[in-house]
């Protein structure tokens, strides 16, 4: 199982001893000790480094019928079928997808909301400064196979706020290419600033500082009492897998979950020839949108 947990400090006089050591007590061994006994154990830990784990907001993740109901009796979250690490979802495709359909839903009820406003201006204002930038976050941390579905939706709903603002129906704001076009545009080129998102959403994502979250596979190893050499030669092993880390830049070690036969573990570690990888995308794409963008201008 995996403990993914809040932590507050408890006392502010001792500071954390080093980050190795605080990934060493997240990563909960379930593989000879009963769940409570993991979780005992871990708070034990913890309170070593002055700190205290909030139940409400921790996720353990366990594989197996009876370690999920002893979980839920010890007041965690129930995550069977995924968790969120680091505020990216990770887990079975249903509970990914779940999780994007929730995020746009939400910006769908206020762009609901905002069509009864009265002031066009206002309107304006508010979907390209206060909704819109909101999906940022969900083009960058999210994979293109869950967020493209949600999102057409979404620019569908916007083409709707467009086309009422004009005061033209749907279908004629469709077949005028050069208007759409236009609302599509930066407001420095002297646009309405309202891009379609599902097409953005690929290159929008190999923008981000970081490419995702994933769950990695290390060789076969029983590991009982790891040390924090350990968790560093670990991931030294593995610098090219990345997860999601939208508060912080740190390099942190990575936190662990056992099961008898494998081990898996995610990481923060940032490798060199993938970030270049990204940032030649990152070009290719802004020059296919410069070449867009003349071509709009020419016509």
Request: charged share 15%.
């Amino acid at each position: 199982g995996l403990f993914a947990s809040f932590f507050s400090r408890r006392s502010l006089i001792e500071p954390l001893q080093s980050p190795a050591e605080l990934a060493l007590i997240v990563g909960a061994s379930l593989l000879d000790q009963p769940v409570l006994a993991a979780s005992s154990t871990l708070e034990s830990q913890l309170d070593k480094l002055n700190l205290v784990m909030n139940r409400l907001k921790t996720q353990a993740y366990c594989t197996t019928t009876r370690g999920r109901a002893v979980l839920a009796a010890a007041g965690f979250e129930d995550t069977s079928r995924g968790l969120v690490v680091a505020g990216v979802p990770i887990g079975a495709d249903d509970f990914v997808c779940a999780s994007v359909t929730s995020k746009v839903d939400a910006l769908l009820t206020q762009i609901d909301t905002l069509q009864e406003f009265p002031s066009h201006q206002a309107k304006h204002l508010l979907m390209r400064y206060c909704v819109l930038p909101q999906t940022s976050y969900i083009i960058r941390s999210f994979s293109p196979k869950f967020t493209v579905p949600a999102l057409q939706g979404l620019d569908r709903r916007v083409q709707e706020f467009c086309a009422g603002m004009l005061m033209i129906d749907l279908p004629s704001f469709d077949d005028h290419h050069t208007l759409s076009t236009q609302v599509g545009l930066p407001l420095r080129a002297g646009g309405v600033g309202l891009p379609r998102l599902a097409t953005l959403a690929p290159a929008a994502r190999l923008a981000g500082f970081h490419l995702g979250a994933k769950n990695l596979k290390l060789p076969d190893t029983y590991w009982d009492n790891g040390t924090a050499e350990t968790l560093l030669e670990l991931r030294d092993a593995h610098t090219q897998h990345h997860i999601t880390c939208n508060s912080s830049s740190k390099l942190l070690p990575l936190p662990v979950a056992h099961t008898p036969s494998r081990t898996y573990a995610t990481t923060t570690l940032t490798n060199k020839a993938l970030n270049d990888e990204v940032h030649q995308a990152q070009s290719a794409a802004l020059d296919q949108q410069a070449a867009l963008f003349r071509d709009s201008r020419g016509n």
